[in-house]
């Protein structure tokens, strides 16, 4: 390929080495200038062709470097737009990043509270006739007080369950490898630079693209993009970029199956509750083991009842086993971008 370094000065010089501005850069040329193009076109860099066909490829250049995931991309160089840069990926690991199944601690609970009656073995009644004394949030059995419910409404006092709560799945923040990485083994780097069509001079095919040879730079290839809803069965790419480089830009997550938790052994929970008089816990006027099903204790009579606790007979929650988290469905990538390009690379 014949390469020129063009500059619209006015003037018509060819074959001379000039010290003047390349183009709009504000460097000094080094190497020879030929000024073939209309007043004010000029060329910082280099033509290069455009397709001839441009049915499957869009006419505007671009640069492309590409690199392991782990690599830091390169700016876009001096005369590209780092604001319109775009980052692209490929290699994607197709395995899910489902994370392990883990589940709750199943616990026994103590009853929340008692409800007086003014009814004989806790019978149903009108609302009117029951009188609820809740435990606090989280109690641990101990002595707890209440108003004093006075005789007449305690003919009987019915306990509430005591609670196996089951185990239940809990999200897990790392996924089984252990990373939070990219899924990605590699990924590339877009850059728009300044490209002139008319620089190189009308109907010569070619269009300006910087050279960037001022600057040390990682080495960019130089693209085309291909025009979207082309496949790779079907792609040609044309013979002035005959490389094909296909790219996306970014993917779904796949599916994993989802947590459950099973209980290996049925839990037991067995409380004693009782009810006193007073508010320190001090006269027990009736007392009632309960478990999942609940209990009625008839007290005494003639007293009120002003206090409760609680204790264990029997707390012995299940163990529970974890399934699921499973892959179901690879990751895929989506949107896909495919670029032919002119090989090799521009090197600084």
Known sequence: MHHRVLVGMGLAVSGLALASACGDTGEACDETVTCKSPAGAFCAGECVPMPVDLSRVQPKPVLLWEGSIDEEPPPCPPDASEGEAMLLYAGLDPAPSCAPCACSQ?????????????????QDGAPETRTPFDAPAGWDGACVDTAPIPPERVGSVAVAPATAVPCAPVEAIVPRSGSLGSPWTHHAKLCAGSFYEGACGDGSGEVCFPRFHKRPTSAFKRCVPVTAGADDEKLRCPNEYPKAHTWFLSH????????????????????????????????EIASVIVNEEGGCADPSAGFPLGSMRAEWVTNAPSACEASGGEPVRDRKPVDRLTYCCIEPEITP
């Open 106 to 122: 199943p616990a026994c609970e103590l009853p929340a509270g008692v409800t007086a009656s003014s009814l004989y073995m806790c």
């Open 252 to 283: 779904d997550d796949g599916v994993c199956s989802p947590c459950a938790c099973t209980a290996t052994e049925p839990s037991v929970c067995e409380a004693l509750v009782s009810t006193y008089a007073d508010a320190a816990c001090g006269r």
